[in-house]
């Protein structure tokens, strides 16, 4: 069954850090780009970040750019979103997300995990 689950999700302060995992199973994320999408109360799902399979090619939207570090451990099966200096607009639900192409386009991603929620506060 293939399956990702996401995790590390939670509560912080203003300028707090978390870093989210995203546990695959059923399947190898090895030759998979992972995708990390946020959607807030109300919002459309926004695209935040990708790696693909070597991890030799990385995309930030702009409004994470310096803040956020993705990565990736094919030998465990899990990507990862180090957020650094969250903000309270940063407050969602965080996914991740396997697909084929190198693009923050969530119809592009064919699995997806439920999501873990972040909440910042100021």
């Known amino acids: 069954q293939v399956q990702l689950v996401e995790s590390g999700g939670g509560s912080v302060q203003l300028g707090g850090s978390l870093t989210l995992s995203c546990t695959a199973s059923?399947?190898?994320?090895?030759?998979?780009?992972i995708g990390w999408f946020r959607q807030a109360p109300g919002q459309e799902r926004e695209g935040i970040s990708f790696?693909?399979?070597?991890?030799?090619?990385?995309y930030y939207t702009d409004s994470v750019k310096g803040r956020f570090t993705v990565s990736r451990d094919n030998a465990k099966n899990m990507g990862y979103l180090q957020m650094n200096n969250l903000q309270p607009d940063k407050t969602a639900d965080y996914y991740c997300?396997?697909?084929?192409?190198?693009?923050?386009?969530?119809?592009?991603?064919?699995?997806w995990g439920v999501g873990t929620q972040v909440t910042v506060s100021s």
């Open positions: 790696i693909n399979g070597r991890g030799d090619d990385i």
């Open positions: 059923g399947f190898s994320l090895a030759n998979h780009v």
């Open positions: 997300a396997t697909g084929a192409v190198g693009a923050v386009i969530p119809e592009l991603y064919a699995y």
